[in-house]
């Protein structure tokens, strides 16, 4: 699925938060939103998702304008895990993922083997296999990251958006996360405050600061000593480690 956004603004009252951005992510492409506290990162994302009404400008999916598509529909094409995203505390993580399935089935009808077996299939995917039946409020910040995770995989969505996924994950499940980020054939946008990571798995940057897009391009690019100096005031020193990945390192 392609993502376009026109000349998006959003705000409210008295403040604009995110200006006149304009963006395209082609389909399968994983594109890393980075930039600092506050730049308009998760406000972009909800934006893109459908859970914001822009100001101005337009989201579109495969060339058409979402702002009249009703949730379940925006939720049969896209996908999102934001960043401090919360459920009822007495369900269990299969429960979690199966709230993916909602909006391709009707209110009167539940889950079939099939559901069954895509809830299944995300619960792998994330590692959470054992943890299928364990109540949601028994959970570890990162065990709740990963079946909201799955929850977003069962959705079977074209588009998936990720607002800072890997927060609360050990190393390898954050490598696992974005393996999986990159390797998925869904079009990705991942807000990411790990700058190594972003340009280890994304295809491209897209550098937020102050609610507006000043860089957008392939990571060696955008992750220049002058752009970070700018955008984050760090004293910033890019490299390669011995595996060949961008390095950041700072003074
Ligand atoms: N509903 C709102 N009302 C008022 N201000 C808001 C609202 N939503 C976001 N903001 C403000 O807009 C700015 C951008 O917030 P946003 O959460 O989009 O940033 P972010 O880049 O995702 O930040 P972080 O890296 O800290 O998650 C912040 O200053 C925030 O306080």
């Known amino acids: 699925m392609k993502i376009d956004v026109e000349n998006l603004s959003w705000g409210v009252p008295g403040k604009t938060i995110v200006h006149n951005v304009s963006l395209t992510v082609q389909p399968g492409e994983t594109v890393g939103l980075i930039g600092p506290n506050g730049s308009g990162k998760s406000s972009l994302l909800r934006c893109i998702a459908g859970l914001r009404t822009p100001t101005a400008g337009v989201v579109r999916y495969d060339g058409a ?19 401090t995203a919360d459920t009822e505390s007495d369900l269990r993580v299969a429960d979690v993922a199966m709230l993916g399935r909602t909006a391709h089935r009707s209110m009167w009808r539940g889950p079939d083997t099939a559901d ?9 995917r994330l590692d959470l296999t054992a943890l299928a039946d ?6 570890s910040g990162g065990e709740r990251q990963r079946t909201h995770l799955a929850r977003a995989l069962a959705q079977r969505t074209e588009g998936l958006l990720l607002d800072e996924p890997t927060n609360h994950l050990d190393v390898r499940h954050q490598l696992d996360l974005m393996e999986l980020a990159s390797r998925t054939p869904q079009t990705v946008v ?17 550098l937020m600061h102050g609610g507006t897009v000043v860089a957008n391009g392939p990571a060696v690019e ?27 390192g700072y003074r």
């Open 134 to 139: 364990r109540s949601w409020r028994e959970l």
């Open 222 to 248: 955008v992750l220049t000593a002058p752009l970070l100096r700018d955008v984050f005031d760090v004293d910033a020193e890019i490299g390669r480690d011995s595996l060949g990945h961008l390095a950041v």
């Open 65 to 83: 304008d979402i702002a009249s598509w009703p949730a379940r529909e925006r939720a049969r094409k896209m996908a999102f895990v934001e960043q």
């Open 116 to 124: 069954h077996e895509i809830v299944a299939a995300a619960l792998g």
């Open 190 to 206: 991942v807000a990411l405050h790990d700058l190594a990571l972003a340009a280890r798995y994304c295809d491209r940057l897209v």
